[in-house]
T-cell receptor, first 115, second 115 residues
Framework: ETGVTQTPRHLVMGMTNKKSLKCEQH?????MYWYKQSAKKPLELMFVYNFKEQTENNSVPSRFSPECPNSSHLFLHLHTLQPEDSALYLC??????????????FGPGTRLTVL | AQSVTQLDSHVSVSEGTPVLLRCNYSSSYSPSLFWYVQHPNKGLQLLLKYTSAATLVKGINGFEAEFKKSETSFHLTKPSAHMSDAAEYFC?????????????FGAGTRLFVKA
């Protein structure tokens, strides 16, 4: 196990639902990330948080809303999603963003299906 | 600006034969380079990383990679493939960009291992 947990592991939701993805890291890291991984597309970085502050938002639609209440927890709130949002959502953490050699530790992902 | 190119989207080898997954990068500074592996429906796991020490880096599961600055390459190799090596592999560059350190993922190479 990597020390990064994600819940739920699988989620099926309708386009009018509101749901949240949760990520928790037990590694004492200060940076956390959300990625979207769709079939046959490169890994897409969505959001980056460092010491609870959002440092990167890669033009993600507002129907995805991140929340980082502390350095150990990261949420992704979902509402009025589209079928094309179906993907594997991966959470990762790293020590911080202060140097280039800190590797990221990934959770197992949440497989999201939007009907 | 940083970029990373994985030269093959798919590689197929027979069990017991060598594995070569190719990666080229561009970087304005001294990058750190990583290889991650992702098994189906799992998160990414670090295989190895280069951080300006020895140019030949050994990782887990018998994999290694050589940093060649003159060729801007960081190819991943393994002398003898095992069925359990079948997975997707990502080459990653981390470097100082505008606004701080950035991590760029390659598009991935899917490795198939035939019995």
């Amino acid at each position: 196990e990597t020390g990064v947990t994600q819940t739920p592991r699988h989620l099926v939701m309708g386009m009018t639902n509101k749901k949240s993805l949760k990520c928790e890291q037990h590694l004492g890291h200060n940076a956390m990330y959300w990625y979207k991984q769709s079939a046959k597309k490169p890994l897409e970085l969505m959001f980056v948080y460092n010491f609870k502050e959002q440092t990167e938002n890669n033009s993600v639609p507002s129907r995805f809303s991140p929340e980082c209440p502390n350095s150990s927890h990261l949420f992704l709130h979902l509402h009025t999603l589209q079928p094309e949002d179906s993907a594997l959502y991966l959470c990762a953490s790293s020590q911080d963003l202060d140097n280039s050699y800190n590797e990221q530790f990934f959770g197992p992902g949440t497989r999201l299906t939007v009907l | 600006a940083q970029s990373v190119t994985q030269l093959d989207s798919h590689v197929s080898v027979s069990e017991g034969t060598p594995v070569l997954l190719r990666c080229n990068y561009s970087s304005s500074y001294s990058p750190s380079l990583f290889w991650y592996v992702q098994h189906p429906n799992k998160g990414l796991q670090l295989l190895l990383k280069y951080t300006s020490a020895a140019t030949l880096v050994k990782g887990i599961n018998g994999f290694e990679a050589e940093f060649k600055k003159s060729e801007t390459s960081f190819h991943l190799t393994k002398p003898s493939a095992h069925m359990s090596d079948a997975a997707e592999y990502f080459c990653v560059v981390s470097d100082l960009g505008t606004g701080g350190f950035k991590t760029i993922f390659g598009a991935g190479t899917r490795l198939f291992v035939k019995a």
